[in-house]
Structures are given as C-alpha cells and as structure tokens.
C-alpha cells in the first residue's frame, strides 16, 4: 500500500448550512463536490449530518443502502475521487439510528464506516442544553482505514474533545484524521480552533475539520471548518457562510514533524498505558 501513494494529495472540506430539505441539501453537496473536484481534489469531504437537520433527526435517518447512500456513492464514482459523506442518520433496525461516516472510493465502494461514539449530552448556558443519546445509538468501535492515499482515522463533532480517542488512532497509523461536525457558536468560538490544533500537534498528523454552518433547529451553528497541519498551523480555513476550502497533504512533512517531535514514539507506557479495546482497521 505504501508503494503506491504519492505521498501528496489535495482535499477539500465542503462547509454546508444542512436544513430539513434532504433534497435540496443533497444537491448542494453534487455541486460543491463538482467545485472541489475542479480544484483538484482527491478527497471530498463534508459534514455532520448532511442531508437532514430539523425536527426529529431519528425519525428521518435513511437506509445503508437507501437513495442517500447511493448519492453519495454515485458522486465518489463520478469524480473519482475518495469522498467523505461527512455524517447521515442511519437506519440499524429496530432501535436507535447511529450518527454515521462513510468513506467511499474512487469507484463508489463503500470502504470504511464510523459511528460516532460520543453523545453530545450536555447543558450548556446561554445554550443548548442536548441528549444526543436519546435519540442516537453511538458506536462501540475506533475506526481507521488504509487507503491508497494515506492511512485515515474518523472522528464526529463532540469527539473531538476526547484526545485519547486520537492518540489511540494515530498509534494505529493514521496519518490524517477527518472531523465532520456541527459545533455550537457558543463552544465553537472559545473550543473549536484550540482543540483541533492541540489534537494535531499532540499526535503529529494532519486533522481536517468541516463543519455546518447556519441557523439550526436548537443553535447557530459555527462555521469556520479547517485543516490543521502536523505542526499545528491552520493551513486552510472557511468563514461562516457555506463554502469549499481546499489543502494540500503532504506525508513526508508529517514524518519530517515526527522525527522532531516523536510524542507517539515518547509515551511513557512504563507509568500509563492507553488500550483500545474495539479498533477496527478497514484495508481498501
């Protein structure tokens, strides 16, 4: 697998305002995804919960294998190009829907899944106060997925905020960790920035961050998605109104910050020991 990647690649984080038409959100994505692509991305990607934000998000999650899905899949076939359905609401039977990545490949083949593991049960003042778990199942897996571009882990949102998660996926190999979300206004602008620069820093990998934007149901959604590289500089970013951004990965340069810095490599595993007790690792 190694051999064959190119060690650079471009990808590009589509920032969206998702509301309760699935239709017209999931025409927006076809025409960002056409714009990214323009730009030359290899890898697409988009956020929390992009094709329905509303009343009842359980009550519309969507099938694995419904027309969402197949949109999504379709888009990855067209382009060719990896894409990154940010996050869907999916069926899983008779209980709770999970809050689901989807990696697709060039030819549309579904390559990895992660559910997000962490609820956003929280009570926050001035807003929102949210029971993520009374409505979503989360997962029960850490997930990272060898591709021919390069080793990927998977995070959602509120995730983000648990950096053993992280360290646990970069000690699998990833090189490059993808962070859909829908962040609060009123975490996003104290939190959203400094978590996502500590997490690559920490961990010496690139962290590429898109996020919803606009007015949901219960909050102002933040905005301001971006990639993060090794050394904790931003080197791409989105405001607040929907848009594509677009960064170059360049692996050699995280192994160069590594050599400098071998944080994974220094772990004091004689006073602490960090274990993963579900990692699934997905091989294109």
Same mark, same amino acid.
């Given at each position: ?7 650079r690649?471009?990808? @590009? ?8 038409? +699935?239709r017209?959100?999931l025409?927006?994505?076809r ?6 692509? #323009?730009?030359? $991305?290899?890898?697409v ?7 329905y ?6 009550g519309?999650a ?8 197949? #949109?999504? =899949? ?5 382009y060719?190009?990896y894409?990154?359905?940010?996050s869907?609401?999916e +069926?899983?039977g ?5 809050n689901?990545?989807?990696?697709f490949?060039?030819d549309?083949?579904v390559?990895a899944?992660?559910?997000k ?6 009570d ?5 106060a ?8 989360? /997962?029960? =897996?850490?997930?990272v ?7 990927? *882990?998977?995070?959602?949102?509120y995730?983000l905020?648990? *950096? ?8 699998? *190999? ?8 829908n962040?609060?206004?009123?975490t /996003? ?8 620069r500590?997490r ?7 962290? $590429? ?16 998605s ?6 904790g500089?931003?080197?791409a ?5 929907p848009?594509v951004?677009t @960064? ?5 340069? +995280?192994?160069?910050? =590594?050599? =400098?810095?071998?944080s ?12 993963c ?7 294109e």
């Amino acid at each position: 697998m190694e051999q064959e990647r190119s060690r650079r690649f471009t990808i @590009a984080l589509v920032q969206m305002d998702s509301q309760a038409d +699935r239709r017209a959100n999931l025409e927006a994505a076809r025409r960002s995804c056409g714009e990214a692509v #323009s730009r030359g $991305a290899d890898l697409v990607m988009f956020p929390e919960t992009v094709d329905y934000i509303g009343p009842d998000i359980p009550g519309h999650a969507c099938d694995p294998e419904g027309e969402t899905v197949r #949109s999504f =899949q379709g888009l990855a076939r067209e382009y060719g190009v990896y894409l990154l359905n940010g996050s869907i609401t999916e +069926r899983m039977g008779g209980g709770r829907p999970a809050n689901t990545s989807m990696l697709f490949g060039r030819d549309g083949k579904v390559i990895a899944r992660y559910r997000k593991v962490h609820m956003f049960d929280v009570d926050i003042d001035h807003g929102p106060a949210c029971r993520e778990s009374d409505g979503i199942c989360p /997962g029960d =897996q850490i997930v990272v997925a060898r591709t021919r571009l390069a080793d990927l *882990g998977f995070a959602i949102c509120y995730d983000l905020r648990f *950096g053993e998660m992280f360290r646990l996926m970069a000690r699998a *190999g990833a090189q490059v960790i993808l962070v859909p979300a829908n962040f609060t206004r009123e975490t /996003g602008k104290a939190h959203w920035e400094p978590l996502l620069r500590a997490r690559a820093i920490e961990n010496g990998c690139y962290i $590429a961050a898109c996020g919803q934007t606009g007015h949901k149901e219960m909050f102002l959604a933040h905005g301001h998605s971006m990639v993060v590289d090794p050394w904790g500089r931003v080197i791409a970013r989105a405001g607040e109104e929907p848009a594509v951004i677009t @960064a170059d990965i360049d692996l050699a340069y +995280r192994e160069h910050v =590594q050599d =400098q810095i071998p944080s994974l490599k220094n772990t004091r595993e004689d006073l602490y020991d960090l274990q993963c007790r579900s990692l699934k690792i997905y091989e294109e």
